[in-house]
């Protein structure tokens, strides 16, 4: 994009004054910059004036961690009068429960795969840093030397200050009225006194971004809600003690101490001089959510001062009594204190926690960066930046998109309910595949009735109710061959996980199953321009006969991997993109926007539909028998060849085929209209008992195409990553010119890191992602996802690791403290030569007590 567009960035908090500085930092023009405050320059009144200010950085998400890591050296640089802005005082997290502590040693692998310095420590050594916590219930505690505190709104004056000398325009105490648009596009933003125009509106408004949303006709998913945090009176047990010559300007000494088995947290503020004065401020989450309407927050107040602030609700003491009498037992040197002040401050929540950064995708030009906190900000802001400036971000930013909740999420019911669960969720144990409470069962297969017949577990996603075992399968664990058995899995693992699974990968491979993928997103791409959009965009020839299957990529303009998916020609001008989420449907109906702009005749219809049908895929050496006892059409490898799709009936239902597979086994993926579902499933279901078919559901899948060697995008490869390094360059064509991220591909250089395929060693140790690989006792890349491979009978994963670790190489995972050995193995490994997949009919059920072609 140019950096001679015209900004408005509405908000001049934390988030939005660093917008303008990294902007300006890019090469933008400051005179073109425009940052409008509804409230007073300084003290705007929002959360950044009352926030706590702690920096953790260690977050089970790398781009969450990385925003964190920014945002402290930022702050770091940040000085006035010799002072930072960020005081490096350490952060020290407690245990009170063997299961936190497990937690803590969870953590402390995020830190070290995310290069982050950070050490598990005893009682012992806690009770060093925090001298006065209790000794009887503290059992340990995770140190990350280099978190601290922040102070939030002395960085933002600074920044202030230092955008506007590079002729950066502030308007303050200015409420915006309107957002102005065009044909889609964003022109201005409307105030009280003028229209300022614009050729881009950034929405930086914090717990008011809803409203300036609701301006734009945009949707913004976040819910402020009430957290409380006090200040206690002054601490006689501190009382006296000097203050220590790296003190800033917040005068505190001791790491923030966060006490997570009670949502707790504390830290000091300090009074410089000679002998201080302590006092201790504790922020709670330990009380009921309170959300607010946003619509009822103060605009433009005229006076703000520390107490008295928009973002500022009255303290409710029956909520803090609680976490008052925690605190009294965790610090009992606080026994004798009161509270000298308290407050409800107000944050901005989304369904995941996470914050809402791009454009909006039914607005042009009109982006935002919210939900943010301070921890974050700088981070934030400089990959929205990076967006801006050069379209990629240096960062993976999939799942922070203002577009990657599906539709039935961004409802205001639905924003309501999930966003209280995310902050009742802030400091709890949160399992990788926990079952999320609220709200629930809003997307149901029409294959639903069924799957609750034969004990269906659900897990939700993006709405979907998603099987993943069936209980009806648990009576077959009694008839499973040893070699199938399943293995015993430590507490932590086995959360959500059955061993009917077990059954479900063993019909898989030797009988037939069948998978509900109905949730699997398929976006129709229609129109006389549809080739042009597609051949544009893909790294593969797409412009095949109709009937034609294409695994391809998307790129960035970096030559990273926007996203992979299957491209499927339907007819002339009809395809399916069989892709990974909604900030891919998003991404193509901007691209098709764009082309039908610049070549009119060339438009391009994107329809999302996924809701209107179900699918199944049927799997398994035994599939063909199934499928032609319930079809008349020929299924045979001559008539319908692999990566081909055709349309067909069964039992006068029709359905359109693929010949695909995603697990490595002869079968198809049946696609109908919804209304056919229940039919289809119970034609299929019948015919299969006599082959021995079973429902199966994800946690199969995950363990089988793992083995297979098949990577998930978003999880083992994502924006950051180019197909060379993540070992998909079978999905690029290089004698293919002009499709996005060629030239930055041909100027790849040798990777320094590559994808590898990891098989535990002992035959049973589970590892479940994020953890850190050791490679000659030193960490030096992280496992991305992971499964048990039941057909090899070990857990596999896939890991991120230096290019000069190679097959056959010893590595170490560290799991919750404990290491376990792994070897890097060539892949696949199960079925190399696809020969199962590729099966005229003549292949047999698989049976292990045989040697078979695996790769170990």
Same mark, same amino acid.
């Given at each position: 994009?140019?950096?001679?567009?015209?900004?408005?960035?509405?908000?001049?908090?934390?988030?939005?004054?660093?917008?303008?500085?990294?902007?300006?930092?890019?090469g933008?023009?400051?005179?073109?910059?425009?940052?409008?405050?509804?409230?007073?320059?300084?003290?705007?009144?929002?959360?950044?004036?009352?926030?706590?200010?702690?920096?953790?950085?260690?977050?089970?998400?790398?781009?969450?961690?990385?925003?964190?890591?920014?945002?402290?050296?930022?702050?770091?640089?940040?000085?006035?009068?010799?002072?930072?802005?960020?005081?490096? $005082?350490?952060?020290?997290?407690?245990?009170?429960?063997?299961?936190?502590?497990?937690?803590?040693?969870?953590?402390?692998?995020?830190?070290?795969?995310?290069?982050?310095?950070?050490?598990?420590?005893?009682?012992?050594?806690?009770?060093?840093?925090?001298?006065?916590?209790?000794?009887?219930a503290?059992?340990?505690?995770?140190?990350?030397p280099?978190?601290?505190?922040?102070? =939030?709104a002395?960085?933002?004056?600074?920044?202030?200050?230092?955008?506007?000398? %590079?002729?950066?325009?502030?308007?303050?105490?200015?409420?915006?009225?309107?957002?102005?648009?065009?044909?889609?596009?964003?022109?201005?933003?409307?105030?009280?006194?003028?229209?300022?125009?614009?050729?881009?509106?950034?929405?930086?408004?914090?717990?008011?971004?809803?409203?300036?949303?609701?301006l734009?006709?945009?949707?913004?998913?976040?819910?402020?809600?009430?957290?409380?945090?006090?200040?206690?009176?002054?601490?006689?047990?501190?009382?006296?003690?000097?203050?220590?010559?790296?003190?800033?300007?917040?005068?505190?000494?001791? +790491?923030?101490?966060?006490?997570?088995?009670?949502?707790?947290?504390?830290?000091?503020?300090?009074?410089?001089?000679?002998?201080?004065?302590?006092?201790?401020?504790?922020?709670?989450?330990?009380?009921r959510?309170?959300?607010?309407d946003?619509?009822?927050?103060e605009?433009g107040?005229?006076?703000?001062?520390?107490?008295?602030m928009?973002?500022?609700?009255?303290?409710?003491?029956e909520?803090?009594?609680?976490?008052?009498?925690?605190?009294?037992?965790?610090?009992?040197?606080?026994?004798?204190? #009161?509270i000298?002040? #308290?407050?409800?401050?107000?944050?901005?929540?989304?369904?995941?926690?996470?914050?809402?950064?791009?454009?909006?995708?039914?607005?042009?030009?009109?982006?935002?960066?919210?939900?943010?906190?301070?921890?974050?900000?700088?981070?934030v802001?400089?990959?929205?930046?990076?967006?801006?400036?050069?379209?990629?971000?240096?960062?993976?930013?999939?799942?922070c998109?203002l577009?990657?909740?599906?539709?039935?999420?961004?409802?205001?019911?639905?924003t309501? %309910?999930?966003?209280?669960?995310?902050?009742?969720?802030?400091?709890?144990?949160?399992?990788?595949?926990?079952?999320?409470?609220?709200?629930?069962?809003?997307?149901?297969?029409?294959?639903?009735?069924?799957?609750?017949?034969?004990?269906?577990?659900?897990?939700?996603? *993006?709405?979907?109710?998603?099987?993943?075992?069936?209980?009806?399968?648990?009576?077959?664990?009694?008839?499973?061959?040893?070699?199938?058995?399943?293995?015993?899995?430590?507490?932590?693992?086995?959360?959500?996980y059955?061993?009917?699974?077990?059954?479900?990968?063993?019909?898989?491979?030797?009988?037939?199953?069948?998978y509900?993928?109905?949730?699997?997103?398929?976006?129709?791409?229609?129109?006389?321009?549809?080739?042009?959009?597609? !051949?544009?965009l893909?790294?593969?020839?797409?412009?095949?006969?109709?009937?034609?299957?294409?695994?391809?990529?998307?790129?960035?303009?970096?030559?990273?991997?926007?996203?992979?998916?299957?491209?499927v020609?339907?007819?002339?001008d009809?395809?399916?993109?069989?892709?990974?989420?909604?900030?891919?449907? =998003?991404?193509?109906?901007?691209?098709?926007?764009?082309? !039908?702009?610049?070549? +009119?005749n060339?438009?391009?219809?994107?329809?999302?539909?996924?809701? #209107?049908?179900?699918?199944?895929?049927?799997?398994?050496?035994?599939?063909?028998?199934?499928?032609?006892?319930v079809?008349?059409?020929?299924?045979?490898?001559?008539?319908?060849?692999?990566?081909?799709?055709?349309?067909?009936?069964?039992i006068?239902?029709?359905?359109?085929?693929?010949?695909?597979?995603?697990?490595?086994?002869?079968?198809?993926?049946?696609v109908?209209?919804?209304?056919?579902?229940?039919?289809?499933?119970?034609?299929?279901?019948?015919?299969?008992?006599?082959?021995?078919?079973?429902?199966?559901?994800?946690?199969?899948?995950?363990?089988?195409r793992?083995?297979? #060697?098949?990577r998930?995008?978003?999880?083992?490869?994502d924006?950051?990553?180019d197909p060379?390094e993540?070992?998909?360059d079978?999905?690029? !064509?290089?004698?293919?010119?002009?499709?996005?991220g060629? *030239?930055?591909?041909?100027?790849?250089?040798? +990777?320094?890191?590559?994808?590898?395929?990891?098989?535990?060693?002992?035959?049973?140790?589970?590892? $479940?992602?994020?953890?850190p690989?050791?490679?000659?006792?030193?960490?030096?890349?992280?496992?991305?996802?992971?499964?048990?491979?039941?057909?090899?009978?070990?857990?596999?994963?896939?890991?991120?690791?230096?290019?000069?670790?190679?097959?056959?190489?010893?590595?170490?995972?560290?799991?919750?403290?404990?290491?376990?050995?792994?070897?890097?193995?060539?892949e696949?490994?199960?079925? +190399?030569?696809?020969?199962?997949?590729?099966?005229?009919?003549?292949s047999?059920?698989?049976?292990?007590s045989?040697?078979?072609?695996?790769?170990?």
């Open positions: 994009m140019s950096t001679s567009k015209t900004v408005v960035i509405i908000g001049a908090g934390i988030v939005g004054v660093n917008v303008a500085d990294e902007l300006v930092a890019r933008w023009r400051g005179k073109d910059v425009t940052v409008i405050e509804q409230g007073p320059l300084n003290m705007p009144g929002g959360s950044t004036s009352h926030a706590p200010g702690l920096v953790f950085k260690t977050t089970p998400s790398k781009t969450m961690s990385m925003f964190a890591v920014y945002t402290m050296e930022k702050l770091l640089g940040l000085k006035k009068d010799g002072v930072s802005c960020f005081n490096q $005082l350490g952060g020290l997290e407690i245990a009170t429960t063997p299961e936190r502590l497990d937690e803590l040693r969870r953590k402390h692998g995020y830190a070290l795969a995310w290069g982050i310095d950070a050490h598990i420590i005893n009682a012992d050594e806690c009770l060093k840093l925090w001298p006065h916590l209790n000794s009887k503290v059992l340990g505690g995770l140190h990350i280099s978190d601290g505190l922040a102070l =939030a002395r960085a933002v004056q600074i920044l202030i200050e230092r955008t506007k000398k %590079a002729g950066v325009n502030y308007l303050e105490s200015t409420p915006v009225t309107g957002i102005k648009k065009t044909n889609g596009r964003v022109t201005g933003v409307t105030t009280p006194r003028r229209t300022i125009s614009s050729d881009i509106v950034i929405c930086c408004a914090g717990l008011w971004g809803v409203e300036v949303g609701k734009a006709g945009v949707t913004i998913p976040i819910l402020p809600l009430e957290h409380q945090y006090v200040k206690t009176t002054s601490v006689s047990a501190l009382r006296g003690r000097p203050v220590n010559k790296h003190m800033n300007a917040m005068n505190a000494e001791y +790491p923030i101490l966060r006490y997570q088995d009670r949502d707790l947290y504390y830290r000091e503020h300090g009074e410089q001089a000679r002998l201080s004065r302590i006092w201790l401020g504790i922020g709670s989450y330990h009380h959510p309170m959300p607010i946003a619509a009822t927050l605009l107040p005229k006076h703000v001062d520390e107490k008295h928009p973002s500022r609700r009255d303290f409710t003491p909520d803090f009594d609680e976490a008052w009498a925690l605190s009294k037992e965790i610090l009992p040197m606080i026994q004798d204190c #009161g000298e002040d #308290g407050f409800n401050g107000i944050f901005s929540f989304t369904r995941d926690g996470g914050p809402l950064i791009g454009e909006a995708p039914n607005l042009e030009g009109f982006w935002v960066a919210e939900a943010v906190w301070v921890t974050h900000s700088a981070g802001a400089k990959a929205l930046a990076e967006l801006l400036t050069t379209g990629v971000s240096s960062l993976d930013l999939a799942n998109l577009t990657r909740f599906e539709e039935v999420q961004l409802s205001p019911a639905y309501h %309910a999930s966003g209280q669960q995310s902050f009742a969720e802030v400091y709890q144990i949160l399992h990788p595949y926990r079952q999320t409470s609220a709200p629930r069962d809003l997307r149901l297969s029409p294959f639903y009735p069924r799957q609750k017949e034969l004990g269906g577990i659900f897990l939700e996603n *993006a709405g979907w109710e998603r099987p993943y075992t069936y209980e009806a399968n648990a009576k077959l664990l009694r008839s499973l061959p040893k070699e199938w058995q399943p293995v015993d899995r430590d507490a932590w693992s086995a959360m959500n059955s061993n009917v699974a077990s059954v479900e990968a063993w019909k898989t491979r030797t009988a037939v199953a069948m509900d993928i109905s949730a699997f997103h398929r976006f129709e791409v229609s129109g006389p321009g549809a080739v042009r959009l597609l !051949q544009r893909t790294t593969k020839n797409i412009d095949g006969e109709p009937g034609t299957i294409t695994y391809t990529l998307f790129l960035t303009e970096r030559g990273t991997i926007r996203t992979d998916a299957l491209v020609r339907i007819s002339d009809v395809f399916w993109v069989k892709a990974n989420n909604a900030n891919d449907l =998003a991404f193509l109906q901007k691209a098709a926007r764009h082309q !039908q702009k610049q070549i +009119p060339q438009w391009v219809s994107i329809r999302d539909i996924t809701g #209107g049908n179900c699918a199944i895929s049927l799997w398994g050496p035994l599939a063909r028998e199934v499928i032609t006892s079809s008349a059409d020929d299924f045979s490898n001559k008539s319908f060849p692999f990566y081909t799709v055709k349309k067909a009936n069964i006068g239902i029709p359905v359109t085929l693929l010949r695909v597979s995603e697990v490595g086994e002869l079968g198809w993926e049946i109908a209209s919804a209304e056919y579902g229940l039919r289809l499933w119970d034609a299929l279901y019948s015919a299969g008992q006599p082959h021995g078919l079973v429902a199966a559901g994800r946690s199969a899948y995950d363990g089988l793992i083995e297979k #060697g098949f998930t995008w978003g999880a083992d490869m924006s950051e990553h060379f993540a070992g998909i079978h999905a690029v !064509q290089l004698d293919k010119k002009g499709f996005v060629e *030239a930055a591909l041909r100027r790849r250089a040798k +990777p320094a890191k590559r994808l590898r395929c990891l098989t535990v060693d002992d035959g049973h140790s589970m590892v $479940l992602g994020h953890e690989v050791f490679h000659e006792g030193k960490p030096v890349g992280y496992v991305t996802s992971a499964a048990f491979g039941y057909t090899i009978r070990k857990p596999v994963a896939y890991a991120w690791l230096p290019s000069h670790v190679g097959e056959g190489d010893a590595v170490e995972i560290q799991y919750i403290g404990t290491k376990i050995k792994a070897t890097v193995a060539a696949p490994l199960f079925d +190399p030569d696809m020969s199962r997949s590729l099966s005229d009919g003549s047999v059920p698989l049976d292990l045989k040697p078979f072609k695996a790769r170990l």
